[in-house]
């Protein structure tokens, strides 16, 4: 039976002992002393208003409520004992017994309190951390406006499958419920209004129930598919005395293991991708982990079979000879086999889409393509729509791919003959001439509006990788540019996108997966879009707080770009021009001063620049404030992409 820790400093009875000694105190003064207390009450008050009774009235005996064991200490408990590293909160009355128990029954560590400024900030870093750390960290969120500020990144990593824990608190018991704000602020079924983007939720009504359910929760958020789940605390069961005939007991988490795909559709699998002429790869979000990039490495080159990364994660090598992504498109329509390993958007990659007024598709592949999937996600509903078009696939097997690609590997190596690993091998050579060509492109593509002001975003990107390419580095957030220039080979140094492309993510997403890198010593950085980081600025505040080292390099093209294309569209579609795009959708006049905004926050500084030749000295400067420990941002005015 797990036991309540018992803290160095008893503070309930500290309180109880502390509020008899005020009583006392009161009670003993007399003349001049208590005539000297009422004059400074007085003092206090605006001339002309009333005496209130509390004033007048001779004191009436003080009854002190303490509670030594309340709920809250065993639900932290149970926190402990599921390895939080920290807790990502904006502060609310729902959840203040538990808020109070983490940082002094606690002691503040493991997990440890982020202050955050808004709910969305708090669900967005702990969607960034958990891609780096490879596990969640636990928010909390305060009754229905906290859940309904929530809600947006929680969509988010739902779609991203990501592993997000949430406590919110509710004040369940309508008799308990102090009246005035409590009650706009405590709800019936308080996961309702995100029960269609999460994975599963529970009202624990005991605290058995909470320990069995805390643990529950844990394991199916960290299950492929990975997505968020949520955990109601009641505001008594956290705050009511723990009896002692309670008998608690912490479960046992026990070790997680993925389900695989199935060992004969496997095996089928390693007979076609062995015979095909033109196999091609997709990775979307395939690796989980470090060992699912090196595993995804040796799939390749057993086949020498080209990869296309579709940068759900960081999938594969951006410098390896086999990494075909510049030539994807060509590569699935010459394809004879095409093995999806985690794609989210199956259909939208062997399709061509066209947005006109008549709008249409047809197939970018050859016929008699054979089409094959590998995913955890086939095997869940959603009233959202984020699963995308069907895709008509000609095997779908069912099962986490990074957990299926030990097996994948194995079969194929036995399908191996001699002479087919010679054809193989001439198949390697001539991908990878493809891609040294590529790489040759990029690199003459990104010389084009070097020295203009905007500064482009290929010299932004060659820039930044000028000052990061000796360090041990991280990026959190960002890519275009910076995924055709720089050599990512670490599983660490790409963590994907939002997943839902909820405006608002990059910025808490970048301080949480930077929150992650700390203790390893990387060098955290984030290519930061504007209209993104003015959401929620006030997570520059939170990485200042606590001294998270993150260098945010603006994108600051002083527009929500994707929309001025968006507009221009419909104007050329309904035949009147381009020329009133920019309204709506621009961040200009005035133009917002990025620099100035991240030293408000207590964040170094450094911007706006848009010359690119002062661009190098300012990321230098800011990288020295960052490789001490604290965040920096430099403000690059940029052209749109």
């Known amino acids: 039976m797990a036991k309540l820790r018992k803290h160095s400093v008893d503070r309930r009875n500290f309180l109880r002992s502390a509020a008899a000694g005020t009583a006392a105190i009161v009670a003993g003064t007399g003349g001049a002393q208590a005539q000297q207390v009422q004059t400074q009450a007085q003092a206090t008050r605006p001339a002309g208003a009333p005496l209130l009774a509390r004033e007048t009235d001779p004191p009436s005996t003080v009854e002190v409520l303490t509670a030594d064991r309340p709920g809250s200490d065993f639900m932290v408990d149970v926190i402990k004992s599921l390895g939080f590293e920290y807790i990502c909160a904006n502060p609310g009355s729902s959840f203040r017994a538990l808020h109070e128990s983490i940082v002094t029954y606690g002691g503040n560590s493991k997990p440890e309190f982020i202050t955050c400024c808004h709910e969305e900030s708090s669900i967005a870093m702990a969607h960034g951390y958990a891609k780096v750390e490879g596990k969640p960290l636990l928010v909390m969120a305060h009754g229905t406006v906290g859940l309904q500020h929530a809600s947006m990144a929680i969509y988010n990593a739902y779609c991203d499958r990501a592993p997000v824990y949430v406590i919110v608190g509710n004040s369940i018991d309508a008799a308990a419920r102090r009246p005035g704000v409590e009650w ?107 060992a699912g990039m090196k595993l995804l490495v040796e799939l390749a080159e057993t086949l020498q079979a080209p990869v296309i990364d579709q940068g759900g994660r960081m999938n594969f090598p951006s410098r390896h000879p086999l990494n075909q992504t510049e030539a994807g498109r060509g590569l699935i329509a010459n394809a004879d086999l095409i093995l999806g390993l985690e794609v989210s958007d199956f259909w939208g990659t062997v399709n061509n889409f066209k947005d006109q007024q008549e709008k249409s598709w047809r197939p970018i592949t050859k016929s008699g393509v054979k089409l094959v999937s590998i995913t955890a996600s086939d095997v869940y509903k959603s009233n959202y729509q984020e699963f995308q078009r069907y895709p008509e696939v000609d095997l779908a097997i069912s099962g986490d791919s990074e957990a299926t690609l030990p097996s994948l590997i194995e079969a194929c190596k036995r399908q191996l003959t001699g002479d087919r690993k010679r054809v193989l091998e001439d198949r390697g050579k001539k991908l990878a001439a493809a891609h040294e060509a590529a790489k040759e492109r990029t690199r003459t593509e ?85 209209g993104d980081l003015m959401y929620a600025p006030g997570v520059l505040w939170t990485a200042a707080h606590h001294h998270i080292p993150l260098l945010a390099v603006m994108h600051n093209n002083r527009a929500y770009h994707q929309e001025v294309m968006h507009i221009q569209r419909m104007g050329n579609r309904h035949q009147r021009g381009v020329t009133n795009a920019g309204v709506g959708t621009t961040l200009l006049d005035p133009n917002i001063d990025f620099a100035t905004i991240a030293r408000g926050m207590g964040v170094h500084g450094e911007g706006p620049i848009s010359d690119p030749k002062d661009l190098g000295p300012a990321l230098k400067r800011a990288i020295e404030v960052v490789q001490k420990g604290e965040p920096a941002l430099v403000d690059v005015v940029t052209q749109p992409r």
């Open 184 to 290: 706009a602020h405590s709800v019936q079924d308080a996961a309702a209004m995100v029960r269609d983007y999460i994975k599963w939720d529970d009202l624990p009504v005991s605290l058995t129930h909470f320990a069995e359910s805390a643990v529950r929760a844990y394991k199916i958020a960290m299950t492929p598919p990975m997505m968020p789940v949520l955990l109601v605390a009641d505001g008594d069961l956290q705050e009511s005395p723990v009896s002692e005939k309670t008998k608690l007991h912490i479960p046992k988490l026990g070790q997680l293991a993925p389900s695989q795909g199935d060992v004969s559709a496997v095996a089928e699998v390693a007979k076609l991708l062995v015979a095909a002429e033109n196999p091609v790869i997709l990775a979307d979000r395939a690796a989980r982990t470090a």
């Open 446 to 530: 990104a010389a084009y509006a070097w020295d203009a002001s905007p500064i482009s975003t290929a010299r932004m990107a060659a820039e930044i990788w000028g000052q990061v390419k000796d360090k041990d580095w991280s990026l959190v957030s960002g890519g275009g540019w910076s995924h055709r220039l720089w050599n990512f080979d670490k599983y660490y140094q790409f963590i994907g996108g939002s997943g839902g492309a909820g405006v608002g993510y990059g910025a808490p997403a970048s301080v949480g997966a930077a929150l992650a890198n700390k203790k390893y010593g990387r060098l955290s950085v984030s290519i930061q879009n504007d």
